[in-house]
């Protein structure tokens, strides 16, 4: 069973930056496509980025040119790196894995528990 665990969320202030991890248990990036996925308060999950196993990404309208996802196979680790965040950006942070790069949540595989970010401004 693959773990995964996210980490790096705390509270930034509108403008900030913040840069959240997450650890796969075993070297699974070359079969999967990873996503970052968030959930605000009161809100249905969306997704984020995805990075598929070609290190192709691709990113919601709402964080492109402010996010980046990327990955360090050798250390089996996803990455995001959020720029610029607003308030909007305030939610739960989720790295998850599918057979397919999707938007789709049904269609992931494997999920982490979350990591918080809250935005101040």
């Known amino acids: 069973q693959v773990q995964l665990v996210e980490s790096g969320g705390g509270s930034v202030q509108a403008g900030g930056s913040l840069s959240l991890s997450c650890s796969a248990s075993e070297n699974i990036f070359g079969r999967y496509c990873m996503h970052w996925f968030r959930q605000a308060p009161g809100k249905e999950r969306e997704a984020v980025a995805e990075?598929?196993?070609?290190?192709?990404?691709n990113y919601a309208d709402s964080v492109k040119g402010r996010f980046t996802i990327s990955k360090d196979n050798a250390k089996n680790t996803l990455y995001l790196l959020m720029t610029n965040l607003k308030p909007e950006d305030a939610a739960m942070y989720y790295c998850a894995a599918g057979d397919f790069c999707s938007d789709y949540e049904e269609l992931m595989e494997y999920w982490g528990k979350g990591t918080l970010v809250t935005i101040s401004s």
């Open positions: 990075i598929d196993r070609d290190d192709r990404t």
